[in-house]
Nanobody, 125 residues
């Protein structure tokens, strides 16, 4: 069983930057494909970004391309989401997700096996 713990959320102003972190428990972190999703009040969950096991592959949702960057440090067992040029519409609860190597690392439809509890990001105008 993998437990995911997100951190780094908070309240920022439009144009600011924020970095989220997700630290899965357990060993073999490098064998998990990782993703970030977000959900704003009254809206459906939205795919934000995904990264492959070794970090060579990355994918982004259209609304964050060019502003957000996903990365991972397999020595620190942590995946990051660097968010720049934040906008009020980025306000949401951000969730970290993971899939084992046997499953796809890129699942924009949300088909990840493990999920974190979420961290709130609020961007004021």
């Amino acid at each position: 069983q993998v437990q995911l713990v997100e951190s780094g959320g908070g309240l920022v102003q439009a144009g600011d930057s924020l970095r989220l972190s997700c630290a899965p428990s357990g060993r073999a972190f490098s064998s998990y494909g990782m993703g970030w999703f977000r959900q704003a009040p009254g809206k459906e969950r939205e795919f934000v970004a995904a990264i492959s096991w070794g970090g060579e592959g990355t994918k982004y949702g259209d609304s964050v391309k060019g502003r957000f960057t996903i990365s991972r440090d397999n020595i620190k067992n942590t995946v990051y989401l660097q968010m720049n040029s934040l906008k009020p519409e980025d306000t949401a609860v951000y969730y970290c997700a993971a899939n084992e190597y046997s499953r796809t690392w890129y699942a924009p439809n949300g088909e990840y096996r493990y999920w974190g509890q979420g961290t709130q990001v609020t961007v004021s105008s």
